[in-house]
């Protein structure tokens, strides 16, 4: 799939992947062989019929490819983008055995964005059930939460969510930065859940304005909890309290949902300096890492403990990430980070990792390497 150019695209924050021009979807939905027993479908979570959307865009009947997708899948514009296809639909994809897979997830963006620029999903959506008579609460508007309201509103039952925050989307608003799934793309997902009739009650913080008890004793007969798992993992070494020091969450949340990358426009403090650290290897470090990049840091680093083969993101956003210029640093583990003198980090501490017995998620657990000195690193310069 087409993308920008990696040395432009490191400097803004429009979408990366271009997507299908026509005749690329055309190319790609026509490798698919319709074999019978269609293992894809198995290795969608949600069970997507990819065959029969497949098979629509073959036909050049749009609306029916994008029936077949939204038929159980609410977020195809989002899954298209940044669902891990290549460990679940791919993965199963009888080409898979001899040669590359189906792009199953690169046509699920095409079909979910010609129905964007067509507003088809708003036109054509089918009339509502009738009324269960019954009422349910879902907290969070997560790609859970929304999910979760769609299905129950297409059994007919009354759907309200209760959102934390001023947005609805969950980390798709305020984790994922733009330049991997467009905010646009995220809220036209969040109206098509509404024009079936959830009502989506923002900067509602279940807990504090309502308990469980009073939803379910007010009307509700059932709660639906898709809160996630907000919360951040610290790494308890000395010096993590520094000032300059960020969670991913914080850090992603202070560019994604209230646009520090704008400033002065949107006036958002975000302090940053000129080299920048990311410990971890996952989705969120790449995310945070190129987020640094795009906001001007002049080297960035990922530091991970175990080695690229054990890198958790996906292999195409690593990919990205080394394209860009991202330097990675494995197997490297931080022990210390330094303090300025005033209460800001400058620098960490770090160790030579290697990889021991596998532990219980069948990864190679990392230890510390026998005789390893202690690195220094003066990531962080303000
Ligand atoms: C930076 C980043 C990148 C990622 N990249 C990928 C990727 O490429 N591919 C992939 O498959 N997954 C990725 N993930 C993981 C994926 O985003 C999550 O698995 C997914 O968002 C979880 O969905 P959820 O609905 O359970 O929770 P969330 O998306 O976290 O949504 C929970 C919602 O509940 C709200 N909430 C919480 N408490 C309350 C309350 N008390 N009252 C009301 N509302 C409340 C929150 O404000 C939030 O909006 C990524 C995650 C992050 C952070």
Redesign the pocket.
């Known amino acids: 799939m087409p993308r920008q150019e990696p040395r432009i695209r490191a400097k803004n924050f429009k979408e990366v992947a271009l997507g299908y021009t026509p005749e690329m979807a055309l190319e790609e939905a026509n490798r698919c062989t319709q074999c019978p027993k269609r293992p894809c479908v198995d290795g969608c979570p949600v069970n997507v019929d990819i065959p029969e959307f497949i098979k629509a865009l073959c036909e050049g009947n749009m609306p029916e490819a994008f029936k077949a997708l939204k038929n159980k899948n609410a977020l195809p514009g989002t899954c298209g983008r ?3 296809q290549e460990t679940q639909c791919e993965a199963k994809c009888t080409l898979a055995k001899q040669k590359a897979p189906v792009a199953i997830g690169r046509l699920e963006r095409y079909v979910a964005d010609w129905e964007r620029n067509n507003k088809f999903a708003m036109l054509s959506a089918s009339p509502l059930p009738l009324s269960s008579g019954k009422k349910v609460a879902v ?7 929304l999910t979760a309201a769609a299905d129950l509103a297409k059994k007919g039952h009354a759907v309200t969510i ?4 001023h947005v609805g ?4 608003m ?3 930065p733009e330049f ?1 799934l467009p905010k646009e793309i995220v809220q036209n997902e969040v109206n098509f859940v509404k024009s079936l009739g959830v009502e989506l009650v923002l900067d ?4 504090k304005i309502n308990t469980l008890d009073e939803l379910l004793n007010n009307g509700y007969d059932a709660v639906f909890l ?5 919360l951040p993992m610290f790494l308890n070494i000395p010096g993590e309290n520094l000032c300059g020091i960020y969670s ?2 914080e850090w ?1 949340t202070r560019i994604n949902l209230m646009k520090a990358h704008l400033f002065p426009k949107y006036d958002t403090p975000l302090r940053m300096g000129k080299k920048v650290a990311v410990i971890g290897g996952g ?2 470090a790449m ?2 890492a190129r987020c640094a990049l795009r906001l001007c840091a002049e080297e960035v680093y990922i530091v991970y403990r175990r080695s690229e083969a054990e890198l958790p993101a ?1 292999k195409e ?1 690593v990919e990205n990430a080394m394209e860009e210029g991202i330097i990675f640093k494995f197997p490297t583990n931080p022990i210390r980070f330094l303090d300025d003198g005033k209460g800001w980090v400058n620098g960490m501490e770090c160790i030579e990792m290697e990889l021991g017995e596998s532990d219980t998620s069948g990864r190679r657990r990392p230890i510390p390497k026998k005789g390893s000195d202690t690195q220094s690193f003066d990531c962080f310069h303000h």
Not at 204 to 207: C, K, Q, W
């Open positions: 940044v669902c891990p907290i969070g508007s997560g790609p859970a939460g209760f959102e934390a925050l989307g969950g980390v798709l305020y984790g994922i991997r509602a913080v279940i807990g898709g809160t996630g798992a907000g991913a969450n992603l989705n969120v995310d945070a996906r956003e």
